[in-house]
């Protein structure tokens, strides 16, 4: 792959990976992140967060660092509160944090399973079949709700 494309890449996919990472950091897990991480599944992530969970993990920090990019979604109701109603940013804004914001199958398995995820020591968990459709559907609320914020 170029370097212009892991770039794009990069930029598409880091901020919500880093939203999983500084949660992590903040209860005290090492996390790291990878872009275009090698992948033996099904599909190919563009971006993979991952970190060591100990046993001791509570399953509430488990479910809060796989639903940080949500986080995205405060963004955007800070940025509806300090631009005037007219800014071409709040059009702009809107793409990238509901991007950023949306959560993947694997963030809704970890947090639907935080004892498995436990477990294991990682932040990998068996995908059932159920989180793709559930993130789809939760993609389009995330995006209504962005775009509800900076359009009004």
């Known amino acids: 792959m170029s370097r212009i ?20 950091r903040l209860f005290g897990l090492d996390a790291e992140v990878e872009v275009l991480p090698a992948w033996e599944g099904a599909g ?15 399953p509430t920090v488990v479910r809060v660092v796989a639903l940080a990019p949500l986080a995205y979604v405060g963004i955007a109701a800070i940025l509806d509160a300090a631009l005037p109603a007219g800014s ?13 914001a949306a ?11 935080p004892e498995a995820v436990r477990e294991r020591g990682r932040f990998l968990v068996t995908d059932e079949g159920w989180s793709g459709p559930t993130a789809d559907a939760l993609t389009v609320l995330t995006t209504g709700a962005v775009a509800g914020l900076l359009l009004s």
């Open 103 to 113: 959560l993947s199958n694997g963030d809704l398995a970890v947090a639907a399973d």
């Open 88 to 100: 071409d940013l709040r059009l702009l804004a809107i793409a990238p944090l509901a991007y950023w």
């Open 5 to 24: 494309a892991r770039f794009a890449v990069a930029v598409a996919v880091l901020p919500h990976e880093a939203a999983h990472a500084a949660a992590a």
């Open 44 to 58: 190919r992530p563009l971006g993979r967060f991952d970190a060591e969970v100990p046993e001791s993990t509570p």
